[in-house]
């Protein structure tokens, strides 16, 4: 798919706009990265990866949790997200594996560290172990993306000219409809869809985000699953009971292939369960973190 500026994104990211944003940047190979490393300065790390819309003030209340509990947080916006590069290229599971090994490397965070993923984030997240499990404490997966057969719809994003034209045409209300099954409460799902937009008034949003349902694999990955429960890395699942996006009808097949220490279920709680109930994801993830005496056998 060629790369593309909607009519409605009226803003550019460069220097200038980024010294108005919140939070830090560092050019890396694939371009410019935003992100927030914040919390005690002793705490052990817990690295946020997000999922296909959302910008790093997504985590902001898990953070804040996160933190009380001791542990310093470093949150970035995936490439085409938030205020980080619109990339004209391939929005692949390489490209954010990628991203997210330089941004440590780049800030001397070596690890190992508490990885958290949400939805397609989770599958990064697994990547990401996969790639260097030496590297990853714990890894905490949450509501994720992965199962399943590929819709219909996004089998027809597979064609270049057909994923443009959808892209040009009905892309904002693909993504605002996309956005309206994330959350249960009316008023955390104003926020959040007022968070997203305002990110994608920059141009090239909506081509990322069509590309990477072109590029990424978002569906039947068991066998990431099943890799990644082999590693032997202590694992703690987190699902919403009411997720609209990634249904927790996936749960059994997911713990079954990943064997998590821990499974829990957020009760009254949709696909978005560390913005929805951060408090709650929050003291799970604090409690999981404290160190495991040993890996389980691969």
Not at 62 to 73: D, F, I, K, N, V
Not at 181 to 188: A, E, M, S
């Amino acid at each position: 798919m060629k790369y593309f500026v909607a009519s409605d994104e009226d803003r550019r990211l460069d220097a200038a706009t980024r010294r108005t944003l919140r939070g830090d940047f560092v050019a890396l190979s694939d371009g410019v990265t935003h992100y927030e490393l914040t919390g005690p300065e002793d705490g052990e790390l817990a690295v946020l990866v997000g999922g296909i819309t959302i910008p790093l003030s997504y985590w902001d209340g898990l953070a804040a949790r996160l933190h009380a509990r001791g542990l310093r947080t470093l949150a970035c916006s995936a490439y085409g997200r938030g205020y980080s590069d619109r990339v004209r290229g391939r929005y692949d599971e390489a490209l954010f594996v990628r991203q997210l090994a330089e941004l440590t490397a780049a800030l001397g965070l070596t690890g190992p560290h508490h990885v958290v993923g949400t939805s397609m984030g989770a599958l990064v997240a697994m990547a990401y172990a996969n790639r260097d499990p030496a590297t990853v404490a714990t890894l905490t997966i949450v509501g994720p993306a992965g199962l399943g057969a590929r819709p219909l719809p996004q089998r027809l994003l597979r064609n270049d000219l057909i994923a443009g034209f959808i892209a040009r045409r009905f892309g904002r209300n693909l993504l605002e409809d996309h956005l309206g099954h994330n959350v249960r409460d009316p008023g955390l799902s104003a926020r959040l869809v007022a968070m997203v937009q305002d990110a994608y008034r920059y141009e090239g949003s909506l081509y990322a985000f069509f590309q990477t349902l072109q590029d990424f694999p978002l569906h039947e990955r068991k066998d990431l699953f099943r890799r990644t429960g082999e590693l032997g890395l202590p694992v703690l699942l987190v699902w919403g009971d009411d997720d609209q996006v990634t249904p927790i009808t996936h749960l059994g097949t997911v713990h079954e292939l990943l064997r998590p220490r821990q499974t829990h279920v957020i009760t009254e709680c949709g696909h978005m369960a560390p913005y929805e109930r951060p408090d709650d994801v929050g003291d799970l993830l604090a409690s999981f973190t404290v160190p495991h005496p040993e890996r389980l056998e691969p």
